[in-house]
């Protein structure tokens, strides 16, 4: 369920403005820190911190790349 969220999260993150990616930065942080997932947690918390820069914003969507990528490694 996490790496769904993240994915939706990933693709919303991008074009949305400061209001929007501070709310989605705060979920996906709590959902992150849920599961173990400390570095998308953290990378989170700096979105909440300077929502306004993006290489913060390309580093989540390959954070999360890496966690559905070991979520479905550990799946096989």
Do not use: W, Y
Not at 36 to 56: H, K, L, S, Y
Request: hydrophobic share 50%; with cysteine.
């Amino acid at each position: 369920m996490f790496v769904q969220q993240a994915l939706s999260v990933r693709e919303k993150m991008a074009d949305a403005d400061v209001k929007e990616r501070l709310l989605l930065a705060h979920g996906l942080k709590g959902s992150a820190r849920g599961i173990g997932a400390f570095a998308v947690a953290d990378c989170a918390t700096e979105i909440e911190n300077r929502p306004d820069d993006n290489r913060v914003v390309k580093r989540l969507a390959l954070l999360i790349e890496d966690v559905r990528d070991f979520v479905a490694a550990i799946n096989r």
